[in-house]
C-alpha cells in the first residue's frame, strides 16, 4: 500500500546558496540531505532568531508538512519523481551550522541553542538513492509506510 501525504510536498531550488552536506561513512554513503524547511521555521520560532535555511546545506529543501515530521521517516522508503530512497537517519550537525552564509558572523551558537530546545543535535534526514532517476524542483514526495527496514 502507498500512502501518499495529505499535502503536496515540493523540492524547493537553492539558487543563492547551494551547499551540499554528504558523509563517508560505514553508516551512510553518498548521502543526500532533505531539510524540512517547517522544522528550521519551528527552531527559529523556539529561540526567537532568525535560521537561514542555507547554514543546514541541504540538496533537498522540502515544506508542506508538520516540524520534524521527517524524523518519521527513518527506515521508510519514499519515492520522489519514481526514484526511491531510503532514508537512513537524522542528520547530527557540527559547528558549521553557526556560521551566517557568505560571512563569518558565528553570533548564533545554533548547536547549543538545538540541544537546549530539542535535546539533540539534528537537523534534516540522511537519504540513499535506492536508483537512478531525475528529481526536479516541485516533485511530489511519496512515502512507502509498508517497507520497513
Known amino acids: 500500500m502507498r500512502k501518499k501525504l495529505i499535502k503536496p510536498i515540493s523540492l524547493l531550488k537553492n539558487k543563492e546558496f547551494p551547499f551540499y552536506d554528504t558523509s563517508h561513512s560505514d553508516k551512510v554513503f553518498n548521502s543526500i540531505s532533505l531539510i524540512?524547511?517547517?522544522?528550521?521555521?519551528?527552531?527559529?520560532?523556539?529561540?526567537?532568531k532568525k535560521?537561514?535555511?542555507?547554514?543546514?546545506?541541504?540538496?533537498?529543501?522540502?515544506?508542506?508538512?508538520?516540524?520534524?515530521?521527517?524524523?518519521?521517516?527513518?527506515?521508510?522508503?519514499?519515492?520522489?519523481?519514481?526514484?526511491?530512497?531510503?532514508?537512513?537517519?537524522?542528520?547530527?550537525?557540527?559547528?558549521?551550522?553557526n556560521l551566517k552564509p557568505k560571512t563569518d558572523d558565528n553570533a548564533l551558537n545554533l548547536l547549543k541553542s538545538l540541544k537546549k530546545t530539542y535535546n539533540h543535535f539534528n537537523m534534516g534526514i540522511y537519504l540513499r538513492a535506492l536508483n537512478d532517476g531525475k528529481v526536479e524542483v516541485a516533485n511530489t514526495i511519496e512515502i512507502k509506510d509498508y517497507f520497513h527496514f
Open 36 to 48: 524540512n524547511l517547517n522544522s528550521i521555521k519551528d527552531f527559529e520560532k523556539k529561540i526567537n
Open 51 to 97: 535560521v537561514e535555511f542555507q547554514r543546514f546545506r541541504g540538496n533537498f529543501y522540502i515544506e508542506g508538512i508538520e516540524p520534524w515530521e521527517e524524523r518519521n521517516w527513518i527506515g521508510k522508503i519514499i519515492k520522489i519523481n519514481n526514484v526511491s530512497f531510503k532514508v537512513e537517519r537524522n542528520i547530527p550537525r557540527c559547528v558549521a551550522i
